[in-house]
C-alpha cells in the first residue's frame, strides 16, 4: 500500500460531498473529514486491514474512494477465507475496530481489483469526534446510514435462507 503524495488540490477522489454516503452532509464536516484524510493506493490483492490487528495510528478508518474490496474471514490454517462482502465507493471500512472495546479489526479487508481508500488515523477521528457536537452528531448520521445498510443487508441473508428452506450458521450467511 502507497500513501499518495500531498498536493495543494484536494485529489479528484477526495470530494467526501460527490459520495453518496455524505449526500446532504453539512461542509464542516466534510471539510474536517477531507483535512483529516490522506490517500492510499491498493493493488489487486493486496490486504489493507489484517483481522485481528490492533487498530492504531496506521490502521483506523478508511473510506473507499474508487475500485473494490472483499471483507473476508479467516477460518484457520490450510482453509480459504470466507468472504462476506464486497465494498464500493463510500463505504466506510475500519468501524467495527474503531470502536470496539478491545480495539481490534474484525475481519481482512483485501483489494479486488486497483483501489484508492482514504485513511483516518484513530487519534484523528477521536479528536474529530470529540472535538465538536455539530461534527461528531453529524459523523453518527453517516455512521447510522452505513450500520441500517449493512443490517438490511444481513436481514436480506436471513430471510432468503429461510425462504430456501437452508439451515445455516449466521456467518456463513453473511
Do not use: N
Not at 11 to 38: H, K, N, Q, T, V
Not at 139 to 168: H, I, M, T, Y
Amino acid at each position: 500500500m502507497s500513501v499518495l503524495p500531498p498536493s495543494s488540490q484536494p485529489p479528484s477522489g477526495m470530494s467526501l460531498s460527490g459520495l453518496s454516503r455524505f449526500a446532504g452532509a453539512p461542509p464542516g464536516l466534510l471539510r474536517a473529514l477531507e483535512a483529516a484524510m490522506d490517500l492510499r493506493a491498493l493493488r489487486a490483492g493486496e490486504t489493507l486491514i489484517r483481522q485481528g490487528q490492533p487498530v492504531d495510528q496506521e490502521h483506523g478508518l478508511f473510506l473507499v474512494l474508487a475500485g473494490q474490496l472483499q471483507v473476508c474471514l479467516s477460518r484457520g490454517p490450510g482453509q480459504a477465507p470466507r468472504c462476506l462482502r464486497e465494498l464500493q465507493a463510500g463505504e466506510l471500512v475500519g468501524l467495527a475496530g474503531l470502536v470496539s472495546p478491545h480495539g481490534r479489526h474484525e475481519a481482512d479487508v483485501i483489494a479486488r481489483s486497483a483501489a484508492e481508500v482514504a485513511h483516518m488515523p484513530r487519534g484523528a477521528f477521536l479528536a474529530l469526534y470529540q472535538g465538536r457536537d455539530d461534527i461528531s452528531y453529524a459523523f453518527l448520521r453517516v455512521v447510522g446510514a452505513q450500520l441500517a445498510a449493512d443490517l438490511a443487508r444481513v436481514d436480506g441473508a436471513l430471510r432468503g435462507a429461510v425462504a430456501s428452506g437452508e439451515a445455516a450458521p449466521l456467518h456463513e450467511l453473511l
